[in-house]
């Protein structure tokens, strides 16, 4: 029998798939809300295995195919790689997998995923649908650091603040990472608003959401935080002052974590010591002699099994691949590496784009903001996602859209700048009488 949750969310997901059947674009949101929240997962009866995300997929679809609005993909290097990526997925999974049978269940996941990624693209192409899809992507993760930090500071700093149950993010270094991910758009979001209290609350977020990285007991987490805080510094109009609130604020926060949790972040310096850092190098190692022995293809969805460390690293106990950049290079060779590698470089060149033309325009300062948090949201995963297999999670995949996306909108806006900017200027041209001429 169901409890009110499963019967709420139930209802309450159903009755908005007529809204999706009308418009792409909330079916978008809705699926951008469960595949990254995983709602149903905070259930107890029948909703917690239901297929809301496949429901929510279909009926998108099917609004998307019968809706009138121009379907176009805009091909942005960041957009040709990614769909390259996705393609040499599919090569590695039907020619070099190691394990057939377990990666084609992994693709089929990944091209959900990624299908519905570029589905994104096609529907989001103006400024309210953009911030509509960053303000659902923020709030779903958001919603876990304000719970997590409520908790860390009842628990005084020894409790440790896991993720919701299934999906990417169940772990703590997952939930870590997805948090100091999330905190530069919680950052775009206050920038968005003229509201006082809309402002404080914003604040009041971002701290608690820094006190639940912090209470995750995450090394990797804590690296991408001040690695993501360094980056917003360095950026910001007003360094001084933000250098001192991110000064009082830290060093508050770390003083205040026990005793244990200073332990714990010592051993980023001490990492041979550590018999989970020890790990990660032995997983590493792994993957780079399986790239070797295999380096255009690698081994294919989940590659990282016991039988093949057996074969290509004997003396390394058997992990995860516990890093984004090892996990494809173990799963997809040098090629799917490198095509990785230039998804990121390529999206952040996005950024700048964006960022340049924008820079003197009031009416894209939203665009320039975002383009630069964004770039933030990437060191953040580029740096903890060094610590943890996250290569296929949707949520960066979702921030490479929106670059391209708000790229799209600021392009399209400039060009009608522009022409009225033209026409009127033909308009104030006196024209000569034939008797003139």
Known sequence: MGSFRDIALTAFIFGMLPMVLAHPDWGILLWTWVGIMNPHKMTWGFAYNFPFALIIGIVTIISIAISKEPKTIPLYPSIILLILFLLWETCT???????????????????????????????????????????????????????????????????????????????????ALALAVTLPLMR???????????????????????????????????????????????KSRTKVVLGLVLIVVSTTLVVNM????????????????????????????????????????????????????????????????HSIWFQVLGEHGFVGLGLFVLIWVFSWFTGSQIIRMSRKRQDLTWARDLAGMIQASIIAY?????????????????????????????????????????????????RLSPDAR
């Open 188 to 234: 775009w979001l206050q920038l968005q608003t003229q509201r006082r209290w809309l402002r404080h609350v914003a604040t009041v977020s971002m701290i608690l959401m820094t006190i639940s990285i912090l209470g995750s007991q995450s090394r990797g987490g804590f690296l991408a935080l001040t690695a993501m805080g360094a980056f917003v510094w360095m």
């Open 258 to 321: 026990p005793e244990k949790w200073h332990e714990k972040m010592g051993t980023i310096e001490k990492y041979e010591e550590n018999r989970s850092a020890v790990g990660r190098l032995g997983a590493w190692e792994f993957a780079t002699k399986l790239a070797i022995a295999r380096p255009i293809g690698g081994g294919g969805f989940e590659a990282f099994q016991r039988s093949a460390y057996e074969r290509y690293a004997p003396d390394q106990r058997p992990l995860d691949a």
């Open 382 to 430: 580029c740096v903890g996602g060094s610590f943890l297999g996250l290569a296929y999670w949707d949520y960066p995949y979702i921030l490479v859209v929106v670059l391209a996306l708000t790229k799209v909108v600021a392009e399209k806006r400039i060009k009608e700048v522009d022409a009225a900017r033209d026409r009127d200027r033909t308009k104030q041209v006196p």
């Open 93 to 175: 999974t039907a020619v070099f997998s190691l394990y057939p049978d377990l990666a084609w269940t992994k693709w089929v996941k990944v091209l959900k995923i990624q299908f519905f990624i570029l589905l994104t693209l096609m529907v989001m192409q103006s400024e309210a649908r953009i911030r509509a899809l960053v303000l659902v992507a923020t709030l779903s993760i958001a919603f876990f650091g304000i719970k997590g930090g409520v908790y860390t500071i009842l628990k005084g700093g020894g409790g440790m603040v896991l993720g919701p149950d299934g999906g990417f993010i169940s772990g703590n270094t997952e939930i």
